[in-house]
């Protein structure tokens, strides 16, 4: 991790340039935002209500525990849908153009359990600037249980990730709300990493610390004092919200990044990698399913996560669009634009993937 990156200037074809000039052409002729619409705001309606009128459903409502199940695992859809397709586009500034909505769209994930800065830092500088490099991009790290890359170490359990997996991808959002963003924080601030200016560490751990007792207060005391359940029943609903939630945004991440088609290059004895950083994103990134309207309306535009990467601002509203203008692009310079065709076939990919990684390396001889 402290090993400088530096990602290669030579673009004698001035690939980005050309795609960039069509990409801003498109928008200037059609006289369109490059963020949100109508369209994004009523689905960030949606979106809240799927989440949010479950809940207060239970706390004013005496209800049968076939429907209160069903409620909790339709709050952890919300939970993910607000995560995808509001916090997201939130905290990369193209929810809206007006700054002040971008930055209470991103601070919804504090009702997800998660952490604006710790999530700015991981997801905007060190995923988005490092995309699959093993070391620096934290979406590639899962400690020892998982091993994403062949530059990963390989541990006799690996044999068998393929199959456990999806078993702990559910445990994403809860890990937020218990450990994971107080570890990273520390590592953060440690590091001195920031997406913007740099807040003092006194402000963003009172924020962390006053945010997380918020929401344990709303979804586990409130509930406890007010609906006549066992707590046990309260503590398992709160854990089946965040286990349906964590597996569909780890399942949606992993499709774009973590299968056969995606790229996992090192940078050489300089610290320089081989390509451009938009060349770079064109080989470590994937598309799926982009026909599918639902696919499309759901995920907040990560099915295109080729059109996202290289054109994080642009609100994923528009990535149907411009995606014809990035592909055709990329072919006319021969460069690759990797996507399947649907999701089944991306998840065969990624644990395919996961499989291969699984495997315990040669030793060269």
């Known amino acids: 991790m402290e090993t400088t990156i530096k990602f290669s200037r030579n673009d004698p074809a001035k690939f980005f340039r050309t795609l960039n000039k069509r990409v801003n052409t498109y928008f200037k002729d059609n006289n369109i935002k490059r963020t949100g619409n109508w369209k994004l705001y009523l689905k960030a309606i949606i979106m809240f209500s799927i989440y949010l009128v479950p809940y207060f459903l239970f706390l004013t409502l ?19 849908g607000i995560g995808m397709n509001v916090m997201h586009d939130g905290n990369h500034d193209s929810f809206s153009s007006k700054k002040w909505v971008n930055k209470l769209m991103g601070s ?17 500088v060190l995923h988005h600037t490092y995309t699959n490099i ?19 170490k390989w541990h006799k359990m690996h044999k068998f990730q393929q199959y456990y997996s999806i078993l702990l991808y559910g445990l994403l959002t809860f890990n937020w709300a218990i450990t994971t963003d107080f570890f990273q924080m520390k590592r953060y601030m440690k590091r001195k ?29 409130l509930p406890l004092i007010i609906i006549d359940l066992p707590w046990w029943k309260i503590l398992l609903g709160f854990f089946i919200m965040h286990y349906v939630a964590g597996v569909i945004l780890s399942v949606i991440f992993q499709l774009a990044h973590m299968v056969e088609d995606a790229h ?6 300089t610290g320089t990698m081989k390509n451009t950083w938009a060349i770079h994103q064109l080989f470590t990134t994937v598309n799926f399913s982009t026909k599918n309207k639902i696919m499309n309306w759901f995920s907040g535009g990560l099915n295109h996560q080729v059109e996202h990467h290289i054109f994080p601002h642009i609100s994923h509203v528009h990535y149907t669009k411009i995606s014809k203008i990035v592909k055709e692009t990329a072919q006319e310079f021969n ?12 998840i065969v990919a990624h644990f395919n993937h996961l499989r291969e990684m699984g495997m315990k390396p040669t030793v060269a001889a």
Do not use: C
């Not at 005496?62 to 993910?80: E, F, K, R, S, Y």
């Open 264 to 269: 996992m290059p090192l940078p050489d004895e």
């Open 335 to 346: 460069l690759p634009y990797h996507e399947y065709k649907t999701t089944r076939k991306a």
């Open 62 to 80: 005496d209800m049968p525990g076939w429907l209160q199940l069903l409620l909790t695992i339709l709050m952890g859809v919300g939970m993910a």
């Open 134 to 152: 093993h070391g620096h991009d934290e979406d590639m790290d899962a400690g020892r249980v998982l091993r994403f890359s062949k530059h990963g």
């Open 108 to 124: 919804s994930i504090y009702i997800l359990a998660g952490n604006v800065y710790n999530w700015q830092v991981q997801h905007n």
């Open 193 to 221: 990493l920031s997406y913007g200016k740099l807040q003092s560490p006194m402000k963003q751990w009172s924020t962390l610390v006053i945010t997380k007792l918020i929401y344990l207060s709303m979804w586990i005391v």
